[in-house]
Each structure stands twice: as C-alpha cells, then as structure tokens.
Nanobody, 122 residues
C-alpha cells in the first residue's frame, strides 16, 4: 500500500503558475504509474496527466503545452508544473498511484491522496 499527500495548491491570477507536489510513502514509489486528476464543483473527476515508471507521459488535451508532470523517485515525489493557468483550471487536484503501466482513467488507479485546492481568478 502507498500513502499519498498533495501540496502546493492555492489562489492565483489567470496566467500565473503553480507547482503541485505529491509525496508518497509506503511501498516502492518507483514501481507505480502516477497520475494527477482534478474535480471542479458539480463536475466529474477528470484525468489531467500521468507518468509511468519509465517516465512516459500522457496529458489531457485541455492542459497540453501548459502543464508538465514529472517524478523524482529518489524523493518519492511527483510534481505537476502548471503554467498559463486559466479560470477553468480551478478544481481540487488529486494525485493517484496505479499498478497498471498505462493508466488514464479513474478506475485504473488504486491509491489516492486527499487533494489540494487550486483556484484561478480571472
């Protein structure tokens, strides 16, 4: 089992940047595909980005070119660099760990963090 804790959320203006972190503890972090999801009020949770143990990445179309996912296995930490933020990026962002190599759906993930709020004002 792995425990996940997100940090780095906050309130920013449109066009600004934020970096989210996801710290993992428990089982070997490097063996999991890791992902970021977000959920806005009244909406379904949606996929944002994922990174495999071999650091192959996938992104939702809505964030391509603006967000970058990365991981530091030595620190058991994953990151999401978010640039050029828009009001529609406002959501609770959660990190998750999957035992699958390719994982872009909510049901693909086994472990979840509690989430961190990102609010972008326009």
């Amino acid at each position: 089992q792995v425990q996940l804790v997100e940090s780095g959320g906050g309130l920013v203006q449109a066009g600004e940047s934020l970096r989210l972190s996801c710290a993992a503890s428990g089982r070997t972090f490097s063996g999991y595909t890791m992902g970021w999801f977000r959920q806005a009020p009244g909406k379904e949770r949606e996929f944002v980005a994922s990174i495999t143990l071999r650091t192959s990445t996938s992104y939702a179309d809505s964030v391509k070119g603006r967000f970058t996912i990365s991981r530091d296995n030595a620190k058991n930490t994953m990151y999401l660099q978010m640039n050029s933020l828009k009001a529609e990026d406002t959501a609770v962002y959660s990190c998750a760990a999957s035992n699958l190599y390719i994982a872009t759906r909510t049901i693909d993930y086994d472990y979840w963090g509690q989430g961190t709020q990102v609010t972008v004002s326009s």
